[in-house]
């Protein structure tokens, strides 16, 4: 799999999970180090458990690009709040912001999984936690359920990525063409399913 593309996305993938993150901690009225923190753990938090996971040390720690990004964004972030924006603009911004991250970090988990030569259940899984761990931390530090269990067509946006890119893999058709074709198909489906409310079928007693 291409470096390029893992790096691009990954990239993608921080700027728009530090700005959900920046976003989530002015809605939850943080202090400026709350704030800083959970964008952090927003942008980084899933990166860093695919990474352990595969035994590699986290590019977190070992590259200062994240720490760029999340700073970049809080500046970016901070110019945004001195605009009045309407509760409805906020809300648009962050499930953009939120899907874009969900869908690159998707990628970056497949592309890693498949990479280290693990089998379809494994980029499944890389995918999943990658797009979603940084999420779960986000949401729990804020006392909320992650959105991973409730929103709509949330984690199952990842499993078809993994599933996707797994497929091209075996048939020799990866290539950054196909990648953003992945990209933009799996953005445009999530954001539908969030209008739409598409969802899981849940359990009722």
């Known amino acids: ?14 700027v728009a999970f ?17 704030v800083f923190t959970l964008s952090f753990l927003t942008a980084n938090g899933g990166g860093v458990l695919r990474d352990v996971l595969i035994g590699r040390t986290p590019y977190a720690l070992t590259d200062m690009t ?3 990004i999340v700073v970049l964004m809080f500046g970016v972030g901070y110019l945004l709040c001195r605009f009045k924006y309407s509760t409805l603009e906020r809300r648009s ?15 970056t988990g497949a592309i890693a999984g498949i990479d280290a030569g693990l089998s379809v259940f494994g980029v499944m899984l890389l ?5 979603t761990g940084g999420g779960v931390l986000r949401d729990i530090l804020v006392n909320e359920v992650p959105a991973v269990f409730k929103s709509d067509f949330y984690g199952s946006i990842a499993i078809l990525v ?3 890119l797994y497929g091209l893999d075996v048939m020799e058709m990866s290539s950054e063409v196909n990648f953003l074709i992945v990209f933009a ?18 359990l009722k007693f």
Do not use: N
Request: avoid cysteine; aromatic fraction near 14%; glycine fraction near 10%.
């Open 18 to 34: 530090a700005l959900s993150g920046f976003l989530i901690g002015v809605r939850k009225e943080l202090d400026l180090m709350g």
């Open 1 to 14: 799999m291409s470096l390029d593309v893992f790096l691009f996305a990954s990239w993608i993938g921080g």
């Open 162 to 164: 993994a599933l996707v």
């Open 127 to 131: 995918s999943f936690i990658t797009a």
């Open 66 to 68: 994240g720490f760029i």
């Open 93 to 107: 911004l962050f499930v953009l912001s939120d899907s874009i991250g969900l869908v690159a970090f998707s990628i």
């Open 185 to 202: 198909v799996f953005l445009v489906m999530r954001l539908v399913a969030y209008k739409m409310r598409w969802h899981l079928p849940r």
